[in-house]
């Protein structure tokens, strides 16, 4: 059974920074499209990056420049660098995986209904 388990989140101030992970088991990693996705409260769960399992990676216009979205195929995790945190940052944020060797449907970011794998999300929370 796939299993996606992110970590990392927590409470920091503007202007930080935080690294999220998402340990991926039972899986083929490399050459997987795979993702970041957020939902603030109140509000519809939005597109953040994705990464085509090797290089090419697209991110929202909103972290375009801040977030860095990469994979450790040997150690089967997938990351979210996050600088320059803003107070809209905060959200619970979810890993999401298309199934073993799956490559992205399109090019840029991918939609929700591409992925058929996802974690429990992890909370980010930015002060002021």
């Known amino acids: 059974q796939v299993q996606l388990v992110e970590s990392g989140g927590g409470s920091v101030q503007a202007g930080g920074s935080m690294r999220l992970s998402c340990v991926v088991s039972v899986y083929t990693f490399r050459g997987t499209c795979m993702g970041w996705f957020r939902q603030a409260p109140g509000k519809e769960r939005e597109r953040v990056a994705s990464?085509?399992?090797?290089?090419?990676?697209t991110y929202a216009d909103s972290v375009k420049g801040r977030f860095t979205i990469s994979q450790d195929n040997a150690q089967s995790t997938l990351y979210l660098e996050m600088n320059s945190l803003k107070p809209e940052d905060t959200a619970t944020y979810y890993c999401?995986?298309?199934?073993?060797?799956?490559?992205?449907?399109?090019?840029?970011?991918?939609?929700?209904?591409?992925?058929?794998?996802w974690g429990k999300g992890t909370l980010v929370t930015i002060s002021s």
């Open positions: 990464i085509d399992g090797v290089v090419r990676t």
């Open positions: 999401a995986a298309r199934k073993s060797r799956g490559l992205c449907v399109r090019a840029g970011l991918q939609p929700e209904n591409a992925m058929d794998y």
